[in-house]
């Protein structure tokens, strides 16, 4: 049964975080004060979702490095330069804004990427190697990026941050895969009928993160609209410029998969966690706005590989 709900709620993804931001906005007078609960259930989220890796999966990278190296480029310092930029040109001196932009941007990759990856037959190896490298280094990585970005124009608590991304992350993800190294089959059944109460928990941290943010969401004015834009562009174009690098490297099908998941998703539930927890609240605007189209940039990019893929296929047999 849980299986089947597991699927349900994995056909629904597209559709599960913008329904949750919506609700959270709407119940936001009853569940804001629940706030407090976010880390935790990200934490069991993160522990459901590191079931399936193990500590094998990082001899992806000895055999592979260049592809890990892209996407960490990616990830962490093209994409956030290309948010500082998109931020300064559409919002000038509104660093908060800014923040949030960058902050969504220099976040680790998704573990739902891995969802991606599987469905549209990407590098699984490579992307396990990519979350759990990504993971590991996020305590130290996303608050260093924001330093650089916002020394002297936002307090940036640093230490702070740093132990919320170790606990919500990198603690569960480590012992996720330490019960995968002695459980083995035990850690791929318990995953499974985990899958559909990690899903929950996602819709719920979105709720709530809606809730602590909606007084900014419920009036709909120029500027709101103007950050739908812009992270929707900047969302948009994480996940093209991860698939154009990959077919300039002429990497293989399978590569360019997960190239391109794991350098458009981003942990952007971790990302609004943060923001919440230890920035104003217009930092979180530009980052829960981003859950909205998350799922559905994902879904609609499985749809254009699929497609190039099949073109490329059809070309090839032509040649022959």
């Not at 969802?115 to 992307?127: D, E, F, K, M, Q």
């Not at 230490?159 to 990198?170: D, E, N, R």
């Not at 942990?267 to 919440?276: D, F, P, R």
Request: aromatic residues 12%.
């Amino acid at each position: 049964m849980l299986l089947q709900i597991n699927k349900q709620l994995e056909k629904m993804m597209p559709l599960i975080t913008p329904i949750s931001v919506v609700l959270g906005v709407m119940l936001a007078g009853y569940i804001k004060d629940l706030a407090f609960i976010i880390p935790w259930v990200f934490a069991f989220m993160t522990f459901s979702g590191s079931l399936n890796s193990s500590f094998s999966s990082l001899k992806e990278i000895i055999h592979h490095p260049k592809p890990l190296f892209l996407i960490l480029f990616l990830l962490h310092i093209l994409m956030p330069l290309f948010a500082w930029s998109t931020g300064k040109l559409a919002f000038g001196d509104d660093s908060l804004t800014i923040t949030g932009l960058v902050l969504a941007m220099a976040i680790p990759t998704g573990i739902s990427s891995f969802i991606w990856v599987s469905i549209y037959r990407g590098n699984i190896p490579l992307t396990l190697s990519i979350i759990l490298v990504d993971t590991f280094l996020s305590p130290f990585i996303v608050p260093l990026t924001l330093s650089v970005f916002f020394q002297k124009s936002v307090q940036i608590d640093a230490v702070p941050m740093m132990a919320g991304l170790f606990g919500m992350v990198v603690l569960p993800s480590f012992l996720g895969m330490l019960f995968n190294q002695f459980a083995g089959k035990s850690a791929a059944a318990l995953s499974s009928r985990l899958s559909p109460f990690s899903k929950l928990g996602m819709a719920i941290v979105v709720m709530l993160n809606g809730a602590v943010v909606a007084p900014y969401l419920k009036e709909v004015n120029l500027k709101l609209v103007l950050i739908g834009i812009t992270v929707f562009c900047v969302a948009f174009m994480g996940y093209l410029i991860s698939f154009i690098i990959a077919n300039l490297l002429k990497y293989d099908q399978g590569t360019t998969v997960a190239v391109t998941f794991n350098g458009g998703m981003r942990n952007i539930s971790v990302g609004s966690v943060l923001a919440v927890t230890y920035f104003p609240a217009p930092v979180a605007v530009p980052v829960v706005i981003g859950m909205l189209f998350q799922q559905v940039l994902a879904s609609l990019y499985g749809i254009i590989m699929k497609r190039h893929f099949s073109r490329k296929v059809l070309q090839e047999g032509h040649s022959v």
